[in-house]
C-alpha cells in the first residue's frame, strides 16, 4: 500500500506513533495534450511572465511551444556536448529570475564521458533563439557510474540556485556519497549565481566553514532525487527521492531550513537501509513512502497554484516510471489531509512534469507527448 507517514515538520525522525493512513479518493482529469513529436521530453518551463513553454529533451535539445505550436528550430541544440541514454542526457534547466532583463538561464547536462555539468546561457537578438557561443560553467561534478545524476536545476524563493545531485549512481550508494561532506554527489546544493563568478556561496548555506565540508551543500542524504519542487504559496520543498529496492519516497519540508539531511544510505524511505539497524536521529521523515507492489521509481511534479483548474489548487502532483499512475496529495498544517488517484488515459511512461509562468502543471511522457493537467467540470 500507499502509506502516508505523518509526522509535525519539528520531528526530524521516524515517528512510528504519528503514522496514520489517510484514505485514498478516485477522481476524474483530463490530459490536455500540447505537443507532439518531441524525443524524451525530462523537463519543461518558462520564464516569469512568459506564455512560452521551453521542453528539455534528454538527447540535448531545447524546444519552444509557442501559440500553441511547436517551433521546428530549438531554443539550444547542445547534442555535440550531451552524452545522452539510460539516465543520463540534458536533464533540467532554469531561467533566471530576471531573465526578461539579463536573459541568463541554466541548464545541468551529463557531457560525452558522463560527468555533471552546469552552465549559464544567454538569449541572443532572437527571443526564440539562445546564444549557444555565450556558455559559462559554473560547476563540474564527476560521475563515478552512469545512473542516478539528479540534474534539477531550480531557482528557489530565495533567488538562489538549487541543484538536485544524485549520489554518484551504481546500487546501494557504495561510495557512501550520501552520507560525505567532502563530495557534492548525493546533495542538494545551493549557490548565489549573482553574487560571484561564476557564482558565490550564499552566507547561511550550512556548511560553510566546516571542515572538510563542500560549502555548497544544502542538504545531503539524497539517493537520486527526481524530481524537486518549490511550493510558492506555502514555502514548503517537496523532494522526490528514488528508492532501492524496496520503497520510494516524498519529503516534504520547509524551503529555509538548512542542513537537513534525508537519510540515504542509511534509510530508504522510513526503514533502515538493508534490514539493518541504524540511528534514526537527525533524518529527515518522509511524508508518503509506497512499495514497489506499486511501482519503481518516483516521478516528483509540483503544487498546483494555476488559475485554470481552481478545484485542484494546494494539490502536489506525482507519478511512477513503471506504472505511470497519477496521484496527488494535499499537505496542510503539516501533515497529508487528502490523497486523490486520478482516471486517466494511459499515456505511457511518465517521465518528468512540467510548470509554466501561470502555474499550469504538465506531465511529459515517453511517447513525447505533452499533456496540460486540467480537472473536469
Known amino acids: 500500500m500507499i502509506r502516508v507517514v505523518v509526522a509535525a515538520l519539528g520531528c526530524v525522525a521516524w515517528c512510528p506513533a504519528l503514522a496514520q493512513d489517510v484514505p485514498e479518493r478516485t477522481a476524474d482529469l483530463r490530459l490536455e495534450i500540447v505537443a507532439r513529436g518531441l524525443n524524451d521530453p525530462l523537463y519543461l518551463t518558462a520564464p516569469a511572465g512568459d506564455a512560452r513553454l521551453f521542453v528539455v529533451e534528454q538527447a540535448g535539445r531545447i524546444r519552444i511551444v509557442k501559440d500553441g505550436r511547436l517551433l521546428p528550430a530549438p531554443f539550444l541544440d547542445l547534442r555535440d556536448s550531451v552524452g545522452a541514454g539510460g539516465e543520463r542526457g540534458l536533464l533540467g534547466m532554469a531561467f533566471h529570475p530576471a531573465y526578461a532583463k539579463n536573459g541568463s538561464f541554466y541548464v545541468d547536462y551529463t557531457d560525452k564521458r558522463g560527468d555533471t555539468r552546469i552552465k549559464r546561457f544567454a538569449v541572443s537578438s532572437d527571443p526564440d533563439v539562445a546564444d549557444a557561443a555565450s556558455a559559462k560553467q559554473l560547476l563540474f561534478i564527476e560521475q563515478p557510474y552512469a545512473n542516478h545524476n539528479g540534474g534539477l536545476v531550480m531557482f528557489g524563493p530565495d533567488g538562489m540556485l538549487y541543484v538536485g545531485m544524485g549520489d554518484g549512481g551504481s546500487g546501494g550508494d557504495p561510495h557512501g556519497n550520501g552520507q560525505k561532506r567532502n563530495t557534492l554527489l548525493g546533495k542538494l546544493l545551493r549557490i548565489d549565481v549573482d553574487g560571484g563568478d561564476p557564482y558565490a556561496i550564499p552566507a547561511d548555506n550550512p556548511f560553510l566553514g566546516a571542515a572538510g565540508a563542500r560549502p555548497e ?121 487528502a490523497r486523490t488517484v486520478w482516471s486517466v488515459p494511459r499515456i505511457g511512461q511518465v517521465l518528468s512534469f512540467g510548470e509554466d509562468a501561470a502555474g499550469e502543471i504538465y506531465v511529459l511522457s515517453d511517447n513525447g507527448s505533452v499533456y496540460r493537467i486540467v480537472s473536469t467540470p
Open 217 to 337: 551543500i544544502w542538504a545531503t542524504g539524497m539517493r537520486n532525487p527526481w524530481r524537486f519542487a518549490f511550493d510558492r504559496v506555502t514555502g514548503l520543498l517537496y523532494v522526490a527521492d528514488v528508492g532501492q529496492n524496496l520503497w520510494e519516497e516524498l519529503d516534504i519540508v520547509p524551503a529555509a531550513r538548512a542542513g537537513l539531511n534525508y537519510g540515504w544510505n542509511l534509510m530508504e524511505g522510513a526503514h533502515c537501509y538493508a534490514g539493518t539497524g541504524c540511528d534514526t536521529t537527525g533524518l529527515v521523515v518522509p511524508a508518503l513512502e509506497y512499495d514497489h507492489s506499486y511501482g519503481c521509481a518516483i516521478i516528483g511534479g509540483f503544487v498546483y497554484r494555476g488559475r485554470t483548474s481552481p478545484a485542484l489548487t494546494g494539490q502536489y502532483f506525482f507519478s511512477d516510471y513503471c506504472q505511470a499512475w497519477l496521484r496527488s496529495i494535499t499537505y496542510q498544517n503539516g501533515r497529508i489531509t
